[in-house]
């Protein structure tokens, strides 16, 4: 009989436990908060230039590094300086690919993008510094340390086109490159 009230009393207290357990926030569980005095706006150069993608640092920390509606991967190199070019597809041209107001309705973005490249995904091999682009147009791009044009590595995967390469990445030890095609 006295090990019969000792079981209840065990089991009442393991779930009075467990209970807490569960009504109780743990500290653990709470979820970080993201102290905005830290982060920072970096606008965009004057112009049409809209709708930045991806962000990359350098091995060095450097950057950010975003690709931007014209076809270019553009760097922050600080206040002093600010955005800077640097790197373009092969078939980018300034002339051709820059919006400009009175551009805007005769060449507008979207209509200089399969030509000019629209970079959507950034990634640094940071052991040999170069950077891994994909284009949504382009399909995958590399450029070497330092920036400029870049080359064109992949356009098709086993016969077929690519549709939208969108995303990328490279594995840090094994320099492999992976990136999707939507």
Request: proline residues 7%; glycine residues 10%; neutral net charge.
């Amino acid at each position: 009989m006295a090990s019969t009230t000792r079981d209840l009393v065990a089991e009442a207290t393991i779930s009075f436990v467990v209970l807490l357990l569960l009504l109780v926030p743990s500290p653990a569980a709470a979820v970080p908060s993201i102290d905005t005095t830290l982060t920072r706006h970096l606008p965009l150069p004057r112009g049409l230039l809209r709708d930045p993608e991806s962000v990359a640092f350098d091995a060095k920390g450097q950057g950010p590094y975003s690709g931007v509606s014209d076809g270019r991967v553009l760097k922050w190199n600080g206040d002093k300086v600010g955005w800077t070019t640097y790197a373009y597809g092969p078939e980018y041209s300034s002339e051709a690919c820059t919006a400009t107001l009175a551009a805007t309705v005769l060449r507008p973005e979207i209509a200089t993008e399969s030509r000019c490249g629209r970079p959507l995904g950034l990634r640094f091999h940071l052991r040999s510094g170069n950077l891994y682009i994909v284009d949504a147009y382009k399909g995958l791009m590399r450029v070497s340390p330092g920036g400029g044009k870049a080359t064109v590595l992949v356009t098709e995967v086993d016969g077929a086109p690519l549709c939208f390469t969108n995303r990328v990445d490279v594995d840090q030890v094994t320099g492999k490159v992976d990136f999707t095609d939507s």
